[in-house]
C-alpha cells in the first residue's frame, strides 16, 4: 500500500486471523465453485469457505475432492463452465496440483488461488519460503505477492476482476507467505458487500462451453500450431500488465487503498537499494526507516507483481542505485543465484550503467527474518560493492 | 510500542490469549498484531505465542526477540525455559503462581519487575477448569495498561458465546483487579 493507514481506517479495522480475511474476501467475491483439498498452512481459508458456504453464508458449490490434481481439475471445469472459481494450496499441494495449472492457463480460465507460501519438502517441513511460488514460476498464471493481511484481502477481490477481464481471461494466483501472513491476528478492513458487487459484477462470458452454442476447449495442439499458440499466451501475459494497474486504480477510487505494480520505500536518493517480494517486506521497511535514522542512503523496491515481470517499471524504480541487493526466498540448486535474482540480473544486462548487484538468500523453511538481516545486507552489499567482486548468492542468517 | 511474550503449554489457551488481547485492542481503535510461534500443535508441550499493540501501524512480522513484558501461564514452564529471556531492563513478568515474587526471583533470577497471580485458584472458582489464559489477560491488561474489561467483552463474548463468557469475564477482572508490579 503506498499510502499509510489513516486513523479513519483504524476504526473501520478489526481483529482477524488474515486466513479467514481471505475466505471473507471470496465471499464478498460471490465465488459460485471452490474446490479444494487442505494442506497446511492454507487450512483455515478452505476451512472457514466450506463454513461459509455450509450456513448459507456464501452461496456456492463446494467441491471436497479426493487430492490437489482434481481440485484444479475440478476448478478448470467449473471455470470452463462459466463459474466464478476459487481455490488455494500449499507446497506439496501445488506440486501435486502443477499438471493442471499449465492446463488453466493455456485455457484461458480466469481461476483465482491463493497460494499459501510453504517451504517444499524436503526435509519435510510445513513452514515458510517461497519455493513452491517458483516450482510453478512458468506455468502461463498471472502472479502476485501480497505484504499484508489487508493488501491479501484486496488482492483476492481484486484478482477476480483482473482474471475475468476480458481483455485478460487468464487464471491468477496470489501468493501470501505461509504463518508469517496467513496466522497474524492483525486489522483488517474487508469492504462493504454491495461496494464491492458494483466493483466486481458476476462474471459473463461467451468463452464457456455451452451446449446451446458448442465449442471445444483443450483441442490437440500438434506442431503445426503449439507455438503459435505458446506465443499467444505469452502475449496475453505480457500484454495483461497495464490492465492489472487499471484494475488496481479502479480499486484506490473506490476503496481508497492505492496499489501499484511495483512499489518504492524511500528510494528518493538511496545508494543502496533492497528487493524484496512478499511480507518480509514490512520488516524491511522498518529496517529502512532505523538505517535512514542513521544517516544511511537506503530504500527499498516491493515487487507486488511477478508474473507478468514489471520489467519498465522495476527498471524505474532501482534506477540511479549503486549497489542492489536482491533477496530471494528460494534457491535454484546448482546455479550461482537464487530465481528473483536471476531474472533482475539478466534485465539489468541490457543497462548502461549497471548498479552492483548481490543475491542474499534468507527465510528458508520458516527461518525468522529479524530486521537485522536487512541492515546485515546493506553493509555486506556495500562492501562488494566497493571492492568490485562478484560472487555467488550469499545466504543469511545460515548456521554454520 | 509494547512487545509481550507468551509461555504456556499446548491446550492452556496461550495463543488464544494474544489473540484475544489484538483484537481487543484492535476494537479499541489500536494497532495490533497477534502470532504463535508455529508448529506441529501438541497438547501439553511448551508454546510460544507473541503480541504487539501500537497506537500507530505495526510494520514488522520478525518474532518478539526483545518483549516489554512476559507472560507465563504455566508455572512449570520456568523449570526448562528461560522465560526471562530478552526481556527489557524496565520490562515486568506476569507469572500464574501461588508462591511470593521474592521466592521466585530467588529460584530462577529474575531482575524485572514481576506480579504474580494465582490464575490456577481463581480459574477454578471462576470456570470451574484449570484454564488460566483469560485470568492471565487480566493480569496483564492491568500491569500493562494494554486493556480494559469493557475493551476485551467483544473478543471473549464472540470467543466463548454467552454460556462461557460472562465465567470467563470475571475471571478476567478478579486478575484485572489484583493484579500489581512490584521490584
Redesign the interface.
Known amino acids: 500500500m503506498s499510502a499509510p493507514k489513516g486513523k479513519s481506517d483504524s476504526a473501520r479495522a478489526i481483529g482477524l486471523e488474515v486466513s479467514l480475511a481471505i475466505a471473507e474476501a471470496v465471499k464478498l467475491a460471490e465465488a459460485e465453485v471452490v474446490a479444494a483439498y487442505p494442506i497446511t498452512p492454507q487450512t483455515h481459508i478452505v476451512e472457514h469457505l466450506s463454513e461459509l458456504v455450509a450456513n448459507g453464508e456464501l452461496t456456492a458449490e463446494y467441491v471436497p475432492v479426493e487430492s490437489e490434481q482434481s481440485a484444479m481439475s475440478a476448478c478448470i471445469g467449473a471455470a470452463a463452465a462459466g463459474a466464478r472459481t476459487f481455490t488455494s494450496t500449499s507446497s506439496q499441494g501445488l506440486l501435486l496440483m502443477a499438471e493442471m495449472l499449465y492446463i488453466a492457463s493455456i485455457l484461458r480460465l480466469p481461476i483465482v488461488m491463493a497460494m499459501v507460501n510453504r517451504a517444499i519438502s524436503g526435509p519435510i517441513n510445513i513452514w515458510n519460503d517461497h519455493s513452491d511460488a517458483m516450482s510453478v514460476r512458468d506455468c502461463g498464471w498471472i502472479q502476485v505477492f501480497a505484504e499484508t493481511g489487508q493488501e491479501a484481502v484486496d488482492l483476492t477481490i481484486m484478482s477476480f476482476r483482473i482474471a475475468e477481464d476480458p481483455g485478460v481471461l487468464l487464471p491468477l494466483i496470489v501468493n501470501l507467505d505461509g504463518f508469517t501472513l496467513s496466522h497474524f491476528i492483525e486489522p483488517v478492513i474487508l469492504p462493504e458487500a454491495a461496494e464491492v458487487r458494483r466493483f466486481l459484477p458476476p462474471y459473463e462470458t461467451a468463452h464457456k462451453l455451452d451446449i446451446q452454442n458448442p465449442l471445444s476447449l483443450g483441442a490437440l495442439g500438434g506442431p503445426e500450431i503449439y507455438t503459435e499458440a505458446r506465443r499467444a499466451l505469452d502475449l496475453a501475459l505480457t500484454g495483461a500488465k497495464p490492465r492489472i494497474q487499471r484494475v488496481f486504480d479502479d480499486f484506490a477510487k473506490v476503496f481508497g487503498r492505492q496499489y501499484k505494480l511495483v512499489e518504492t520505500y524511500r528510494t528518493e536518493g538511496a545508494e543502496t537499494i533492497l528487493v524484496t517480494m512478499g511480507s518480509i517486506s514490512e520488516t524491511a521497511m522498518t529496517a529502512v526507516d532505523e538505517m535512514r535514522e542513521a544517516g544511511q542512503k537506503v530504500g527499498l523496491v516491493r515487487l507486488r507483481l511477478w508474473r507478468p515481470f514489471p520489467v519498465e517499471e522495476f527498471r524505474a524504480a532501482v534506477a540511479g542505485a549503486k549497489n542492489l541487493a536482491v533477496i530471494d526466498r528460494a534457491m535454484i540448486l546448482g546455479f550461482p543465484e537464487g530465481p528473483v535474482a536471476t531474472e533482475i540480473r539478466a534485465l539489468l544486462y541490457h543497462e548502461k550503467n549497471r548498479p552492483h548487484m548481490t543475491n542474499f538468500i534468507l527465510g528458508l523453511g520458516g527461518r525468522d527474518v529479524p530486521r537485522s538481516h536487512f541492515k546485515h545486507i546493506v553493509e555486506r552489499v556495500r562492501e562488494l560493492g566497493a571492492s568490485g567482486r562478484q560472487g555467488r548468492y550469499e545466504l543469511v542468517g545460515v548456521l554454520e | 510500542m509494547i512487545e509481550v511474550r507468551f509461555h504456556g503449554r499446548g491446550g492452556q489457551g496461550a495463543v488464544t490469549s ?2 484475544l488481547m ?6 479499541g ?8 510461534s ?1 508448529g ?1 500443535e501438541r497438547r501439553g508441550a511448551p508454546v510460544t505465542a507473541f503480541l504487539r499493540i501500537s497506537e500507530t ?7 518478539v ?1 526483545a518483549p516489554d513484558v512476559v507472560v507465563v501461564l504455566d508455572p512449570s514452564i520456568m523449570n526448562v525455559t528461560k522465560v526471562d529471556a530478552g526481556l527489557k531492563d524496565g520490562g515486568v513478568l506476569v507469572i500464574n503462581s501461588a508462591k511470593p515474587a521474592a521466592e521466585l526471583r530467588k529460584s530462577f533470577g529474575f531482575k524485572q519487575k514481576m506480579a504474580t497471580i494465582d490464575a490456577l485458584r481463581i480459574a477454578l472458582e471462576e470456570l470451574e477448569a484449570p484454564i488460566t489464559n483469560t485470568v492471565m489477560m487480566g493480569a496483564l491488561s492491568k500491569v500493562a495498561q494494554v486493556a480494559t474489561p469493557e475493551q476485551v467483552r467483544g ?1 471473549l463474548e464472540e470467543r466463548f458465546g454467552p454460556g462461557l463468557a460472562p465465567k470467563n469475564l470475571r475471571a478476567f477482572e478478579r486478575a484485572y483487579e489484583a493484579a500489581k508490579a512490584e521490584g
Do not use: H, N, S
Open positions: 494474544a489473540e489484538a483484537r481487543a485492542a484492535i476494537g481503535g489500536k494497532y495490533a498484531q497477534a502470532f504463535p508455529f506441529p501501524p505495526i510494520k514488522v512480522r520478525e518474532k526477540y473478543p
